[in-house]
């Protein structure tokens, strides 16, 4: 049965950081591509980061390009997000989700975990 369970969120101050983990079972990291994506109330889902499951390659939107940094551990069947230098804008719910593909663009990411809350506020 494929799983993805996101935790490590909460309540930080503007500058502040979190590191959220998405464990996983299921299937094997090093095949498929693993993203993090985020949805604040009103707004559209965004993806804010991907690793790629052949390569180890990353990818970063400019929103959070040089302060987020995503991260894996085949060994314990884990992706990190480590989120530093935060900001009021980056409240959301951030979700993990599993690709089709071992890329991180082009295919479809239809597995999603349940999300972990990540409030950035003085």
């Known amino acids: 049965q494929l799983q993805l369970v996101e935790s490590g969120g909460g309540l930080v101050q503007p500058g502040g950081s979190l590191r959220l983990s998405c464990a996983t079972s299921?299937?094997?990291?090093?095949?498929?591509?693993i993203g993090w994506f985020r949805q604040a109330p009103g707004k559209e889902r965004e993806g804010v980061s991907c690793?790629?499951?052949?390569?180890?390659?990353?990818y970063y939107p400019n929103s959070v390009k040089g302060r987020f940094t995503i991260s894996r551990d085949n060994a314990k069947n884990t992706v990190y997000l480590q989120m530093n230098s935060l900001k009021p804008e980056d409240t959301a719910v951030y979700y993990c989700?599993?690709?089709?593909?071992?890329?991180?663009?082009?295919?479809?990411?239809?597995?999603w975990g349940q999300g972990t809350q990540v409030t950035v506020s003085s």
């Open positions: 989700a599993v690709g089709s593909l071992d890329k991180c663009l082009g295919g479809d990411y239809d597995y």
């Open positions: 690793i790629s499951g052949s390569d180890g390659s990353t």
């Open positions: 299921g299937f094997t990291l090093d095949y498929y591509a």
